[in-house]
């Protein structure tokens, strides 16, 4: 039998009594360092008080108006796992009430998306009733979420996957929303290019020919020969530009020529006159001559092979020798060796199976031993696979809701 909403005595004090509780539960979240004052020191603690509110909002009726008390209240809960998974420090002993704890939320969120009350002797969902929209199918109407109260619940499970994810040491289940190689590939893409004036440039084509400029006759092209071969940028001001103080500079300005005689005559105009310098000759230093590598004494090279490496060879430095498993050399000299290009020690001298790999486990485990299954971050199988179903029924009942929105639109 279906509950009844709330009368609204009964949704004053439910609203007083859980802005109350959460606060409380925020308080001790916020407090978790403190030390010996501290009300939730550990996760376990923070993880009995989360489930024993959760319990109590799930009981809210899911008849309207009072299902958007449970949604409402059921989002701000959810919202402190991730900063509970990021501030407490995950113990191998705390995974499995982790997990459950997590699994008990999910429950809850299919249950507030299906429209169903929840039966707090069983600790479950009621069973679905049969209705217009399906037994047991998410629907917004029975849910009584709004687009932004389901946009905010997708938010919040990708954020407490990818931060438990991140918490564990698996950042393959951690989105990356900013590429940053891809900054590295397309520098520009980040800020927006400006724009080059160039309108009275014409480029030619690509089959040839000579360079254009808009304004000019086809005769008058030797009146306009650029100074060098590109477009260099002048601080040349022109005629409406003259008079003033600041220094104008433009890739639309022609550069000043000696055949441009029109343009050195309005140098004279201006009344200024320059006083001219005599160029100071300085004697250049002299740069450092080349001085070749002295030859050494009592080595030698081999000719260098065609991936370019080579072998040096001392004659005057006595061989090393193994003590007490460590390698010594005569008189305290020093090894000179020479590594090839490429060079990998992992390959040149590989571990052995009786040895093993120190991060990813001995070569020779099978099914039977201790760290089969086991990955080079030591997480193994089984909980890669409990990080991926968090929250799986939830996703599943949101990616109902979206197909629904989207055929409804």
């Given amino acids: 039998m279906a509950k009844k909403p709330l009368t609204e005595a009964q949704e004053s004090r439910l609203i007083r009594h859980l802005d109350q509780q959460l606060l409380r539960l925020s308080g001790g979240l916020e407090s978790r360092h403190s030390g010996p004052s501290a009300r939730l020191p550990t996760l376990a603690a923070f993880l009995d008080e989360a489930l024993a509110l959760l319990a109590f909002i799930l009981s809210i009726p899911s008849a309207p108006p009072s299902a958007a008390l449970r949604t409402a209240y059921a989002l701000q809960l959810t919202g402190y796992l991730p900063t509970a998974l ?39 969902a009621e069973p679905a009733t049969a209705s217009a929209t399906g037994a047991g199918v998410p629907h917004a109407a029975a849910s009584g979420m709004r687009t932004t109260d389901r946009v905010r619940l997708e938010s919040l499970v990708a954020e407490t996957k990818s931060t ?129 590598h002295e030859r050494l004494s009592g080595a030698y090279a081999e000719a260098a092979a065609a991936d370019g490496s080579f072998s040096i060879h001392f004659t005057d430095i006595p061989p090393p020798t193994l003590q007490d498993g460590e390698l010594s050399l005569q008189q305290g000299a020093t090894p000179i060796t020479g590594q090839r290009r490429g060079f990998d020690p992992d390959e040149e001298y590989p571990l052995t199976e009786e040895e093993g790999d120190p991060i990813g486990g001995n070569g020779v485990t099978g099914p039977g031993h201790e760290d089969a299954g086991e990955h080079e971050d030591g997480i193994d199988d089984k909980t890669r696979d409990r990080v991926k179903s968090v929250f799986e029924q939830t996703e599943r009942a949101l990616a109902l809701l979206r197909a629904q929105a989207a055929a409804a639109a």
């Fill in 86 to 124: 990021d501030g407490y420090t995950l113990l191998d002993e705390q995974l499995d009430p982790l997990f459950a704890a997590l699994a008990r939320f999910d429950q809850g969120w299919v249950a507030i998306l299906e429209g169903r009350d929840w039966s707090s002797q069983r600790g479950a």
């Fill in 164 to 292: 438990l994810a991140a918490s564990l040491g698996l950042p393959d289940f951690v989105p990356l929303e900013h590429d940053p190689f891809q900054d590295l590939l397309d520098p520009f893409a980040a800020r927006p290019r400006e724009p080059v004036r160039l309108e009275e440039l014409q480029r030619p084509a690509c089959g040839g020919g000579d360079l254009q400029y808009e304004g000019v006759e086809a005769g008058d092209e030797a009146a306009m020969e650029p100074a060098s071969a590109g477009a260099t940028p002048s601080l040349v001001s022109d005629g409406s530009h003259a008079g003033d103080g600041d220094e104008v500079m433009s890739v639309d300005t022609a550069v000043a020529t000696p055949s441009d005689d029109a343009a050195l005559d309005e140098d004279d105009e201006d009344g200024v006159d320059f006083e001219e310098v005599a160029a100071v000759s300085m004697d250049p230093s002299p740069l450092p001559s080349y001085q070749p």
